[in-house]
């Protein structure tokens, strides 16, 4: 056999392509769009009520049902929450959740090094100090490397579920409520998956999810904010809605649990839709086809490439991962990007979490203008209100880059054939035996 026709011969070498078929982008819910979506945004627009509160035809809000009111009922029973609150972004609900609970200017919130901008925006957004945490192989929160970012000062933790994967929010949250502090779990890129028998974004005070066009379920834009506390539901509510003074008791809806002291303040408006709402409703509906199908073809994959014993498999925290991505750690990040190369090459879109002068929202590193404190003001507020030195130099978690700069990432569209699956599989096996 000549060496042009070896099957094992790389395609990044000059042999055959290991994938036939056009790769399959990471829309997971935005591919399952279709009729049902359509009927439902056109049913809100002939009838003309675009705001949860009233609309042209029934100006007091009597007559017709709110489809963000029912969407926060089907998502807070799904979610294994008491109460959820939809808002506009994924940003929007961590920005609510902290103020709901009190975090200000110049509380520290920690948040891994691994995690979308987001989540330091969201602090800064109050008044707050990000911190910075190392995370460990399942590219989550480490319990045990928060060392010394919690502080006197700290007033809230950030678990992140990066990446479909659950963080340790058992322990985190553990450690947070035994030193008094918040909890906010980031689930915006894991709705619907578990920890424990649990879902994630019901551990922690008050939660976020995204429903943004990348994520598992979409609305191309909004969020969720959950709960099970009356009380932060009730701050909540007053912080998304720049009305709430005049609404006050009324987003109470009568709950016995909300402390009589409590009054409305001035907030936002993160106010969801009712197209986003409807939207919601559909795609809340497609969920666990989507997760079932994403936990299918993953299998398939860690299996293949386990089997070759040449690469160390991202950690696992709980079979209920949403299984959006695979993730292997090569020995070296030159090894690693040598894969990349070769995987792109026999038609699987991979790459490496973390390059040297390569820019990803998703690494602490590449966040120059938090590593430079630059904000919006000529104060240098918040940071200017820092209580003690945060450390945002690109090497405030090595051990974070570390992982980063040697993991190779593959997608898992729930949209992949079983042929998708199994070319994908002899990819990744062709790639690694030969390279690593």
């Known amino acids: 056999m000549s060496s042009r026709h070896d099957p094992r011969r790389l395609a990044i070498d000059g042999g055959s392509k290991a994938c036939t078929r056009r790769p399959t982008p990471m ?15 056109r049913r809100v627009l002939a009838s003309r009520r675009l705001i949860r509160f009233y609309g042209a035809d029934d100006p007091d809000g009597d007559d017709q049902a709110s489809d963000v009111d029912e969407f926060e009922c089907d998502f807070a029973q799904r979610m294994g929450c008491a109460h959820a609150l939809g808002v506009t972004s994924g940003t929007a609900a961590l920005i609510t959740s902290l103020a709901a609970l009190g975090v200000g200017p110049g509380d520290e919130v920690v948040i891994p090094a691994y995690t979308f901008i987001a989540s330091a925006a969201a602090t800064l957004a109050v008044g707050g100090i990000p911190v910075l945490a190392e995370v460990d192989e399942s590219l989550t929160l480490a319990p045990e490397k928060l060392g010394n970012a919690i502080s006197e000062h700290t007033r809230a933790i950030m678990p992140v579920h990066m990446r ?45 999810f995204s429903l943004q066009m990348h994520k598992i379920i979409t609305t191309g834009e909004g969020g969720v904010l959950t709960t099970n506390d009356p009380d932060l539901l009730f701050r909540a509510k007053c912080f998304h809605d720049s009305a709430s003074e005049w609404r006050g008791a009324a987003w109470q809806h009568g709950d016995p649990r909300v402390r009589a002291t409590f009054v409305a303040f001035p907030g936002m408006n993160f106010r969801m839709a009712e197209i986003t709402g409807a939207l919601g409703r559909v795609q809340l509906r497609r969920l666990d086809s989507l997760l079932e199908r994403m936990r299918s073809h993953k299998a398939v994959l860690r299996a293949a490439v386990g089997g070759t014993g040449r690469v160390q498999l991202r950690t696992i925290t709980d079979a209920g991962e949403a299984a959006t991505a695979l ?91 079983e042929a998708d699956v199994e070319e994908t599989a002899h990819a990744l096996v062709k790639v690694i035996t030969a390279l690593c």
């Open 27 to 41: 829309f997971p819910g935005g591919l399952e769009l279709g009729e049902d979506e359509q009927t439902a945004v």
């Open 164 to 208: 479909g994967m659950p963080a340790r929010v058992d322990e985190l949250t553990r450690i947070a409520h035994e030193l008094g502090i918040g909890v906010v779990e980031d689930a915006a890129q894991a709705t619907g998956a578990s920890y424990r028998g649990r879902p994630v974004g019901s551990f922690g005070d008050a939660n976020a």
């Open 327 to 417: 993730v292997f750690f090569a020995e070296s990040p030159s090894r690693a990007g040598r894969v990349s190369d070769a995987l792109n090459a026999e038609g699987v879109p991979a790459r490496v979490l973390y390059v040297v002068g390569e820019h990803d929202w998703h690494v602490y590193a590449c966040w120059r203008d938090v590593i430079a404190k630059r904000t919006w003001n000529r104060q240098g507020y918040p940071f200017s209100l820092a209580r003690r030195e945060v450390d945002y130099s690109t090497n405030a978690c090595p051990h974070t880059l570390d992982l980063l700069s040697r993991a190779v990432h593959v997608d898992v569209p729930p949209q992949m054939s």
